[in-house]
């Protein structure tokens, strides 16, 4: 109870216990007014038992239907600034711009379990004086907890104590107030670091030992003078006791060392930094300028595959690592970039952490700690590194910042690194640096406003020259009468690969589910008179539909452009095109990468490494293939069907389609010899063909980018998708309309509700309504979100998300 007059405080915090969501109101105790602030990690009791939590936010009001006599006090805070407050308030950011309550961003940034491992526990500063444990200046709590922290050697457990003493909490608090006894935190349960026998070299002498000895010797000289003890055993196929032989003989020594659990890494040979070009120079030094003074300057680094962006990071990094700051790296997928991590590791060392959201538990936990330690380091990871807690930020680097997969789809917060990487750049006053051969357009844009500074590295090192591109017309192709998805020209280029030591990628652009129908004949889509993007097949009533709107019509006979009646449906696998392989060239050796065959761990690589050895003509696969595959011997990229790409239900397709063809394109002559890419499609005239064959990003992005303008899509406003499903249509739709009436009053355009692209997935109805937000205007901006904040909660078996800026319509 609070007396009157006394000043009342309370923190609404997040429980770390497993299982439990929510937040909790508790009271703050006078004596913890002062000092507690949001980010802390407090103990507070639970049930019956305290547990570790994290404080939200203060409040100077019960919330409504909360009984003060029902709260219950902080117990203590266990560490202030648990959450570095710059990184506090990126979380912040995230919770508001992305409308996601702030507990569930951190249980989304929060290894799982993060606190609930750990146990606190209670230790004594001061030994007390003889006669002191029983002075008058003490109360009678906390007497008892000095004489039982004394009779445990000055060190127990809070719960421990708690049991034995009434009261303890009051007691615990009067001895800290004399800084008599600290509290902390200790990790107990797993994961728990790992350690493992290490052998090491003292004495490089065989003489006196038996050939089995000589031969452990000589394979532990072999393997640097230091070894696991499993490892060196493996080697020769020893057993333990001739180690331990050696031991005897003093020629080594067996010690247990912690052995970081970081995903099981192939041997890297160091190399040094190259010399620069002039392009490369000018980019390192303006990054590295920025770095040394702490601006949160954002640039766009420029360049295709190939010019030289990877070593200006490697440089830049150098540089940040010398300044004692740690450097975050994000790439788009880490089981396809080996080859990234490895040049990396060959610069850097065991300075690299490697961070995504593939780790075990044991992985992930260790690479937290190695964090944690003042060492600066290099952070490679996916999407989710960008909330990896690294200190003393100096750099972060996104490359390939164009890439999709640096949005969150779901679960809420639905956020693109990129957008965080600013906010973190800012509020750590570091720079970032965005890579990429083919920007997105919203980069483009604030490079355009100078926002972004851009530096262009504008040619391949070693003047290695773009592959040429050539388009064949499927539709003339057709019209000879040629009906295999291969042209004549693709045929005649896989055949030359047979027998040679050339290879060859075959890339077939597939998207999810989506399916659209397209003419032969004439290459037109069937689109929506009403937003000019393709609509969607439902097998489901057989039917089209556009997703924007809701149009609707029912699938016709032939094409309304040009009567033909050889109307195709796109969205064809992987699979089928290797059998088409298999039957026409039968002499081809065919390998298949895609999402099916690359499930287990460390698939990827397998089939990546296979491929580089040489055990197949050409890979087959889908756009996962346009990244970071990088094998001098391949010589020939073929695209089967780019209509795949161009024609989807979306107004981001065109750029979409640009960016991955100029990405599998320069996948072609990466090695001595001159590339060929061949392209395949029923639209050359489409723009982003055309402007691939020419290799050209500023005149494609300038077209794109008046083509959003005029059609008012992004980045020319901002948009919101509201989702919501049901495994009952009637619910689903009954609850959209009720959004809408609660978004009536907001000043946005709204379009919907309509069907998702894919209507039913496992059973449930999805629906969107979008709100299209005209850019830079704030205070509208505002209002749109006091309202999204205060939508109502749908009802049971509803499902309800909220998307910013959603690269997907669903
Ligand atoms: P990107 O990241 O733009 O694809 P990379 O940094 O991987 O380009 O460079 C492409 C190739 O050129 C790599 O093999 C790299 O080692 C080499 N390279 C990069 N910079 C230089 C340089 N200054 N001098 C010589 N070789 C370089
Ligand atoms: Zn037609
Ligand atoms: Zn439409």
Redesign the pocket.
């Known amino acids: 109870m609070t007396a009157a007059g006394e000043l009342a405080a309370w923190v609404e915090v997040i429980v770390d216990s497993p299982g439990v969501r929510g937040c909790y109101t508790y009271r703050i105790p006078p004596e913890l007014h002062e000092r507690l602030a949001p980010g802390d990690v407090l103990a507070v009791p639970f049930g019956s038992r305290p547990v570790g939590a994290i404080a939200l936010s203060r409040l100077d009001a019960l919330p409504l239907g909360l009984d003060a006599a029902d709260v219950r006090d902080v117990e203590d805070i266990v560490t202030t600034n648990a959450i570095a407050p710059e990184f506090w308030q990126v979380l912040q950011h995230v919770a508001e711009y992305y409308v996601t309550p702030l507990a569930q961003v951190l249980r989304i940034v929060l290894p799982p379990g993060m606190l609930g491992r750990s146990q606190r526990r209670i230790q004594l500063v001061q030994e007390p004086t003889a006669g002191e444990a029983t002075a008058a200046t003490l109360s009678a709590e906390a007497t008892s907890l000095l004489v039982l922290l004394q009779a445990q050697r000055g060190d127990a457990s809070w719960l421990f104590l708690r049991r034995q003493v009434t009261n303890a909490a009051k007691g615990l608090r009067e001895l800290q107030q004399q800084g008599r006894a600290r509290s902390y935190w200790q990790e107990t349960t797993t994961p728990k670091p790992q350690t493992r026998q290490a052998v090491t070299l003292i004495q490089d002498d065989i003489d006196g030992l038996t050939s089995r000895q000589a031969e452990v010797l000589v394979a532990l000289r072999r393997l640097g003078g230091d070894a696991w003890m499993t490892e060196l055993l493996s080697q020769v196929g020893a057993t333990r006791q001739v180690v331990q032989a050696l031991a005897q003989k003093q020629r080594v020594t067996i010690a247990s060392r912690e052995k970081l659990r970081a995903a099981s890494q192939p041997q890297v040979i160091p190399d040094r930094p190259?010399?620069?070009?002039k392009a490369?120079q000018a980019a390192v030094d303006a990054i590295a300028a920025a770095a040394s003074q702490a601006k949160p300057q954002v640039f766009l680094l420029r360049?295709?595959?190939?010019?030289?962006?990877?070593?200006?990071y490697l440089q830049a990094i150098a540089s940040v690592l010398q300044e004692r700051k740690s450097a975050l790296v994000l790439v788009p997928e880490i089981g396809l970039t080996p080859q990234l991590t490895d040049r990396f590791r060959a610069r850097f060392g065991n300075r690299v952490s490697v961070y995504h959201s593939g780790l075990s538990d044991g992985e992930r936990y260790d690479t937290w700690r190695q964090l944690a330690a003042a060492e600066p380091r290099v952070v490679i990871g996916t999407r989710s590194a960008i909330f990896a807690p690294v200190q003393q930020l100096g750099l972060i680097v996104l490359d390939e910042e164009h890439d999709d997969s640096y949005k969150q789809d779901r679960p809420q917060p639905c956020y693109h690194a990129r957008t965080v990487a600013q906010w973190r750049s800012r509020l750590s006053t570091c720079p970032l640096v965005l890579g990429s051969a083919t920007p997105a357009l919203e980069t483009h844009a604030a490079a355009e406003s100078g926002r972004v500074q851009r530096l262009d590295?504008p040619e391949r090192?070693?003047a290695k020259s773009m592959p040429p591109v050539q388009v064949v017309d499927l539709r003339a192709e057709l019209a000879q009468g040629n009906r295999s998805v291969l042209s004549q020209s693709l045929r005649a280029a896989l055949e030359g690969l047979v027998d040679s030591d050339r290879q060859g990628i075959l890339f077939l652009p597939r998207r999810g589910h989506s399916t659209f129908v397209s003419c032969r004949s004439c290459g037109e889509p069937l689109t929506c008179p009403q937003c000019d993007v393709s609509l969607t097949f439902h097998q489901v009533g057989n039917y089209l539909s556009c997703h924007y709107c809701g149009f609707r019509r029912s699938h016709p006979r032939h094409c309304p452009a040009c009567e033909s009646p050889y109307l195709k449906k796109f969205g064809t696998g992987t699979q089928r095109l290797v059998e088409t392989l298999q039957a026409d060239l039968p002499q081809l050796r065919v390998l298949r990468f895609d999402r099916d065959s690359t499930r287990n761990k460390g698939a990827h690589r397998q089939i990546l490494d296979r491929f580089r050895a040489g055990e197949a003509d050409v890979l087959v696969g889908t756009q996962m293939l346009t990244k970071g595959l990088d094998v001098p011997t391949v010589t020939l990229v073929g695209v089967v069907a780019a209509d795949g790409l161009l024609n989807m239900a979306d107004f981001r397709a065109g750029e979409r389609a640009f960016q991955l063809l100029m990405q599998v394109a320069g996948r072609a002559g990466r090695g001595e010899r001159a590339g060929q890419v061949i392209i395949q499609t029923y639209m050359p005239n489409h723009p982003a063909i055309a402007s691939v064959c020419a290799y050209d990003y500023d005149g494609f992005v300038a077209r794109e980018w008046q083509q959003r303008r005029e059609t008012g899509f992004p980045p020319s406003c901002r948009l919101i998708s509201l989702r919501v499903s049901s495994q009952q249509q009637d619910k689903a739709i009954a609850f959209c309309e009720k959004l809408v009436a609660h978004l009536e009053n907001v000043n946005a355009d709204m379009l919907g509700p309509c069907p998702a692209q894919v209507e039913r997935v496992g059973g449930w109805f999805r629906w969107h309504i979008l709100l299209k937000e005209p850019d830079g205007r704030r205070w509208r901006v505002k209002e749109t979100y006091s309202a999204l904040t205060a939508l109502p909660s749908p009802p049971s078996q509803v499902r309800f998300g909220i998307d910013v800026d959603p690269l997907r319509l669903l």
Do not use: W
Request: net charge neutral; no cysteine.
């Open positions: 190259l010399g620069l070009t490369q360049g295709v595959t190939g010019s030289g962006k990877t070593e200006v590295l090192i070693g």
